[in-house]
């Protein structure tokens, strides 16, 4: 079955840049334009309406495309690698299913998120454990602007950081944590974030608001 054999490959990608911060409204991280030469990738709107035909190599196409950054939110609002992989394996389940119903009144990519928030919404139901993973720490590099290879003392600083905001970040409701997951180091719009959560820009201003303002006090040693 496709939907079970693709979240594997989702380690693949590099890290999309976070910012703990950040205010402005930009647009979602991980575009499918590319630089350079070669051919350009096919549109996911194009992937898509081949796949809701049957297409099995063009929703593998869009697996491997989405996978790595579905894989990253999901692992971070479940505390355990094999239900990630579960909740992976239900939420491309749904989107080979639900693909016939798929009417593109959101992107591809908004709508892959919402399948996997609401299995990883039901993971967390029938298990009661909320920890999130911790974030890359390579991502936590780039916010800091500086790298700590071949500095140990720059080394242990960097990891009380990523202990630290680990814990900041556990702390969060959840509703707060998957929206500044979201948006802070998946680099979804307000739109697309109230999409994917059911709910409105606004409600999704204010909990990035209250998420970051906690971080920021929980963080204030770090500054």
Request: include cysteine; charge should be negative; hydrophobic fraction near 35%.
């Amino acid at each position: 079955m496709i939907c079970s054999q693709h979240p594997a490959r989702t380690s693949s990608h590099d890290p999309q840049e976070l910012a703990i911060t950040a205010d402005d409204d930009r647009p979602p991280a991980g575009s499918d334009a590319t630089e350079g030469h070669g051919p350009s990738p096919v549109d996911d709107d194009v992937l898509a309406r081949r796949a809701r035909v049957g297409d099995r190599d063009a929703f593998a196409e869009l697996v491997d495309r989405h996978g790595p950054a579905l894989h990253r939110y999901a692992s971070r609002m479940l505390d355990d690698p094999s239900e990630t992989a579960d909740c992976l394996q239900d939420a491309f389940a749904d989107a080979w299913r639900g693909l016939p119903g798929w009417e593109g009144r959101a992107a591809i990519r908004t709508w892959l998120f919402t399948l996997v928030t609401n299995a990883v919404r039901r993971h967390q139901s029938r298990h009661l454990r909320k920890t999130p993973k911790p974030v890359d720490d390579e991502q936590l590099r780039t916010r800091v602007g500086a790298s700590p290879a071949g500095d140990p003392a720059r080394i242990v600083e960097m990891e009380d950081f990523v202990r630290a905001l680990d814990a900041a970040l556990g702390r969060l409701p959840e509703g707060q944590r998957s929206t500044w997951l979201l948006r802070e180091v998946e680099g979804l719009s307000y739109a697309e974030i109230a999409e994917v959560s059911a709910t409105t820009p606004d409600v999704v201003r204010g909990r990035l608001s209250r998420a970051r303002a906690t971080l920021e006090v929980a963080m204030e040693d770090w500054r």
